[in-house]
């Protein structure tokens, strides 16, 4: 993935405020809305996992429980652990060890152990691709941490960098990794030891169309980079027909729908247009739209326009996308329907940007990866390494190791669509997450 610079930041318009209760109970969406969670009544439940229950029992027992080599769950964790042979080595390294290391099975999720004694108001502001997760990990969180109360607000990446930048928020999300000169920028707020951009979204990029008869469409890369470019004007043009042999095409106009403010997920669409279709698409990747259409203001926006117009298209975060059908991407001589699991397998076979400072975990994405679907995104949580206020480590720190959780990623999942981190890549983000602090 090209990390790219922010051109011009569109200016934040003032969000508005939505309450999410513990229950997590459903809110509205709008591009505009704030997503937030008050403290949970119900402070008991912090004891156990809702999820699976992993909460009962210590990493230790966990783990022992079963073998990713050969099943030996059957043995009690005292007993099995000591007896399996160091080439398996699942017993070799207690669970304060090994949680923030590859493990057995690919490594282990970190554990959550709601922090004691804090307290006050954590804010977020960016991608509005990631906000039915957040809305889920704010919803678990304050199950299990009522002290804390998180706001989030949708405004998008562009403006949550630049908040973030700012000094206005202690946390961005940002469907793009801060490039270099953000990343020097970031140590404004942060001080030397700067900013960490840690990946704990993923989900694919849905490419939605509303055209009345046509539930299945095929479309190659390039094909995909004519329809957007406005090279490709109709329906009916023998490009999309070659694709989509039999399928019943009207005569009639293409209507592009894009993203009106500055968007991570632009970007990460561009990115794979710019991979994929070569010189199709003759534009450089960034968070602003480059061609023509008609603009929508964030995720909810760009959905919305296309449900209720006849002939459109557009991109967006497969989470948001509801009952619209979507394009079936050309990938070599197969045509892939987005899936989560597509999707996260492109972040599984991705490697770090190099030259980043410890802890910074931003991707290079691999779209080429077997088996996946290779228009995704990758949601990026902000932060600095060091706070000026204690409170903002605290609450920051706390919040994401959440977010790193199984727990936090299976509901996001089961509420949101979105893909769950691996476990490899959860343990890092809980190492990055542990390294925060405040100064002094």
Request: aromatic share 6%; glycine share 12%; proline share 5%.
């Amino acid at each position: 993935m090209k990390i790219n610079r922010i051109g011009s930041l569109v200016a934040l318009t003032a969000a508005s405020s939505l309450t999410l209760v513990a229950c997590g109970g459903d809110a509205e969406e709008t591009g505009e809305s704030a997503t937030s969670a008050a403290e949970s009544p119900a402070e008991g439940e912090g004891e156990e996992s809702p999820a699976e229950g992993e909460g009962e029992e210590s990493p230790a027992e966990g783990e022992g429980e079963e073998s990713p080599a050969e099943g030996e769950g059957e043995e009690s964790p005292a007993e099995g652990e000591g007896e399996e042979s160091p080439a398996e080595g699942e017993g070799e390294e207690s669970p304060a060890e090994g949680e923030g290391e590859e493990g057995a099975a690919g490594g282990s999720y970190p554990e959550y152990k709601p922090a004691e004694g804090l307290s006050g108001d954590l804010k977020g502001v960016g991608s509005s691709a990631q906000e039915a997760a957040v809305k889920a990990w704010i919803s678990g969180y304050n199950e299990q941490q009522s002290g804390v109360t998180v706001n989030y607000s949708p405004d998008g990446s562009g403006a949550g960098v630049e908040q973030f930048l700012g000094g206005a928020t202690p946390w961005a999300g940002s469907d793009v990794a801060l490039d270099d000169e953000e990343m020097e920028k970031a140590k404004k707020v942060c001080g030397d030891e700067g900013a960490m951009n840690l990946p704990a979204y993923i989900s694919p990029i849905a490419i939605a169309y509303n055209l009345e008869g046509v539930d299945e469409l095929k479309l190659k890369p390039e094909t995909i980079a004519k329809i957007f470019n406005g090279d490709i004007e109709k329906w009916n043009d023998e490009a999309i027909a070659a694709d989509n042999e039999g399928v019943e095409l009207p005569d009639q106009e293409i209507t592009v729908v894009h993203r009106s403010d500055e968007s991570g997920t632009t970007a990460n669409f561009q990115d794979y247009l710019v991979d994929a279709a070569g010189d199709a698409w003759p534009h450089e990747s960034s968070k602003e739209w480059p061609a023509s259409g008609e603009g929508a203001k964030g995720t909810s926006g760009v959905v919305s326009t296309v449900q209720g117009t006849p002939g459109t298209i557009g991109y967006a975060d497969a989470s948001a996308i509801g009952q619209l059908n979507t394009v079936h991407v050309g990938v070599g001589e197969e045509f892939v329907e987005y899936s989560p699991e597509a999707a996260a397998k492109v972040v599984d076979g991705s490697e770090p940007v190099e030259g980043r400072p410890e802890g910074d975990l931003a991707l290079e994405l691999n779209r080429e990866a077997e088996g996946a679907y290779p228009v995704v995104l990758v949601a990026y949580e902000v932060v600095c390494k060091q706070y000026d206020k204690a409170e903002d480590a605290d609450n920051v720190k706390d919040f994401l190791t959440y977010v790193a959780s199984e727990e936090a990623q299976q509901k996001a999942a089961d509420e949101a669509g979105s893909a769950p981190i691996s476990a490899d890549t959860a343990a890092k983000i809980a190492k990055s997450v542990e390294s925060i602090s405040a100064k002094g």
